[in-house]
Nanobody
Framework: QVQLVESGGGLVQAGGSLRLSCAAS?????????MGWFRQAPGKEREFVAA????????YLADSVKGRFTISRDNAKNTVYLQMNSLKLEDTAVYYCAVGLSPATMRAKNAIYHWGEGTLVTVSS
């Protein structure tokens, strides 16, 4: 079993920054899995945000967050991060950490193996 625990969400003013963390644990977890982030706003479908290969060699970002968000990971800590800068009102959502086969498959919502329970990010004007 794999457990993913997100942290770092909260309330922030538009233009501000937050850093989300997701720590993975469990004997079935492999650091070679891809890890990434999705988000879901009320009444909307869950959407892809970012993902990274196990060695951080390749990252994928949704067009809506390019230039503002950065994904990184520390395999020694089994943790993936999402640095969010220049936050906008439309970034308000529950952010979910996920483990999958690869960033490409995760972007397509395929081969996603585990989900975290989510952390709420609220951006105010």
């Amino acid at each position: 079993q794999v457990q993913l625990v997100e942290s770092g969400g909260g309330l922030v003013q538009a233009g501000g920054s937050l850093r989300l963390s997701c720590a993975a644990s469990g004997r079935t977890f492999s650091s070679r899995y891809a890890m990434g982030w999705f988000r879901q706003a009320p009444g909307k479908e869950r959407e892809f945000v970012a993902a990274s290969t196990w060695d951080s060699g390749s990252t994928y970002l949704a067009d809506s967050v390019k230039g503002r968000f950065t994904i990184s990971r520390d395999n020694a800590k089994n943790t993936v991060y999402l640095q969010m800068n220049s936050l906008k009102l439309e970034d308000t959502a529950v952010y979910y950490c996920a483990v999958g086969l690869s960033p490409a498959t995760m972007r397509a919502k395929n081969a996603i193996y585990h989900w975290g329970e989510g952390t709420l990010v609220t951006v105010s004007s």
